[in-house]
């Protein structure tokens, strides 16, 4: 995956599920570093990632945060790890790396689970503004 921004972290997302859209709108918002960039799930791209590292989909098809070369971490780990490099007052989500990573990662899949029925499903992905288009690959 050598075209990949090497210097970047990159956050695959539910591209029709309506919670992730708004998340990845948050950490647009809050990105003041401009450390993320943003790959739908569903896309091309997206699955060439997860084959590349090797994710199996059954397992988690909600948000991945990919760091290229590095590493890569899925379920509340992604979560905390992308709430920690926001930095500021989101950085403090670390406390919760003290919780053992199958309760963590129980709440995060029951959310992840009802996430459709409780906001909604989009038809298609988002399609970015041309502001934003440069934080998607």
Request: aromatic letters at 12%.
């Amino acid at each position: 995956m050598e075209d990949l921004p090497q210097n970047k972290k990159i956050i695959l997302f539910d591209g029709v599920c309506n919670l992730c859209d708004a998340t990845v709108q948050f950490i647009i918002k809050h990105d003041k570093k401009d450390v993320f960039r943003f790959v739908p799930i569903q896309s091309d791209l997206g699955q060439s990632i997860i084959q590349h590292i090797g994710i199996d989909t059954s397992k988690t098809d909600s948000i991945i945060l990919y760091e290229p070369g590095h590493a890569y971490y899925y379920k509340a780990e992604a979560a905390l790890k992308i709430a920690t490099a926001l930095g500021g007052i989101y950085s403090g989500m670390a406390i919760f790396t003290i919780l053992p990573k199958g309760l963590s990662n129980a709440v995060y899949d029951y959310i992840a689970r009802n996430r459709y029925k409780w906001y909604g499903k989009k038809n298609d992905c988002m399609i970015p503004t041309p502001e934003m288009k440069a934080k998607f690959l």
